[in-house]
């Protein structure tokens, strides 16, 4: 699963294909930290080559217990289903 979205970095480089590359969680918080990482275009991923950049996001309530509650299974699709509710990632489609 990942999320394709063309984003143009301030080096002005186009990413195209996002992964999360780690998604890990803080319970007494109710926190939830996804870095994902962006590469030129799914083949590049495929290929094996490198993320070209990493994105941090930090996911607190309200939005944690709608996302990543200790009931909710799925965790990482729900990362991506929380990412297309961002603004950079609105409109993203699901590949």
Same mark, same amino acid.
């Given at each position: 699963?990942?999320?394709?979205?063309?984003?143009?970095?301030? %080096?002005?480089?186009?990413?195209?294909?996002?992964?999360?590359?780690?998604?890990?969680?803080?319970?007494?918080?109710?926190?939830?930290?996804?870095?994902?990482?962006?590469? %030129?275009?799914?083949?590049?991923? $495929?290929?094996?080559?490198?993320?070209?950049?990493?994105?941090?996001?930090?996911?607190?309530?309200?939005?944690?217990?709608?996302?990543?509650?200790?009931?909710?299974?799925? %965790?990482?699709?729900?990362?991506?289903?929380?990412?297309?509710?961002?603004?950079?990632?609105?409109?993203?489609? $699901?590949?």
């Amino acid at each position: 699963m990942a999320l394709e979205k063309s984003i143009n970095l301030p %080096s002005g480089i186009t990413v195209t294909y996002w992964r999360v590359v780690s998604l890990t969680f803080h319970y007494p918080l109710q926190t939830a930290y996804i870095r994902i990482g962006g590469y %030129s275009s799914k083949q590049m991923r $495929d290929d094996g080559g490198p993320y070209i950049t990493l994105r941090a996001i930090t996911v607190k309530d309200p939005k944690y217990s709608l996302y990543f509650s200790q009931f909710i299974t799925d %965790s990482r699709a729900n990362a991506y289903n929380y990412l297309k509710t961002t603004s950079e990632f609105e409109n993203a489609m $699901d590949i």
